[in-house]
C-alpha cells in the first residue's frame, strides 16, 4: 500500500492551518487533484462524512483523465492537533492524514496519504506512484503559497 509523507512550514497559526485544510471544499484551491467536495457544514466533526470528486491525469503526455467520487468519513480530529479521512472510491480506498506541529515561525503541517487500489486499478499502479507522489508534494507547496498570501 503506497504511502506518501510531506511537511512544509506556514507561516500561519496551527489554528489558521487547521481551520483551512479541514474545509474539504478548499482542497481544490491548492491540490492539483481536487475538482470539487460537497459542504455538508462549516466544521467537520468526527464521524461526519462528505463527497469529493477527484480528477487525475495519470500521463502527463496524454490527455486522458480518471475521474473519481470519493466518499469519506472523518475518523480523527483534535483542533490545531490532528485531522484524518477515510475515502472510498470505485476501484480503491485511502486515507488521508494531517499532523499540526509548532515550528519556530508558525506551523510544521505534515500530512500523509495512503491509498490502496483494487482489481483492474492494479494495472495503473507502476504509473499512478511517480505521480501521486509528486502531487503530494506539489499540493503541500500550493497549501503554503495560498495561505501566506492570504495573511
Same mark, same amino acid.
Given at each position: 500500500m503506497p504511502?506518501?509523507?510531506?511537511e512544509v512550514i506556514i507561516h500561519r497559526t496551527k489554528e489558521d492551518v487547521f481551520d483551512y485544510v479541514?474545509?474539504?471544499w478548499r482542497w481544490c484551491?491548492?491540490?492539483?487533484?481536487?475538482?470539487? =467536495?460537497?459542504?455538508?457544514?462549516d466544521v467537520? &466533526?468526527? !464521524?461526519?462524512?462528505?463527497?469529493?470528486?477527484?480528477?487525475?491525469?495519470?500521463i502527463d503526455a496524454l490527455p486522458f483523465y480518471i475521474r473519481k467520487a470519493t466518499h469519506y468519513h472523518v475518523t480523527m480530529t483534535d483542533r =490545531?492537533?490532528?485531522?484524518?479521512?477515510q475515502? &472510498?472510491? !470505485?476501484?480503491?480506498?485511502l486515507t488521508i492524514h494531517y499532523d499540526f506541529k509548532d515550528a519556530p515561525e508558525g506551523t510544521l503541517f505534515c500530512r500523509t496519504l495512503t491509498y490502496d487500489v483494487s482489481g483492474l486499478n492494479r494495472l495503473l499502479q507502476p504509473i499512478l506512484d511517480p505521480k501521486m507522489?509528486?502531487?503530494?508534494?506539489?499540493?503541500?507547496?500550493n497549501l503554503k503559497a495560498k495561505l501566506e498570501s492570504m495573511q
Open positions: 504511502k506518501y509523507y510531506n479541514t474545509q474539504p484551491e491548492w491540490h492539483p487533484s481536487s475538482q470539487s =467536495a460537497h459542504k455538508p457544514k467537520l &466533526e468526527l !464521524n461526519d462524512e462528505f463527497d469529493e470528486v477527484i480528477r487525475f491525469q495519470p =490545531a492537533v490532528v485531522w484524518e479521512v475515502g &472510498e472510491m !470505485n476501484g480503491g480506498k507522489e509528486k502531487l503530494s508534494g506539489v499540493a503541500v507547496n
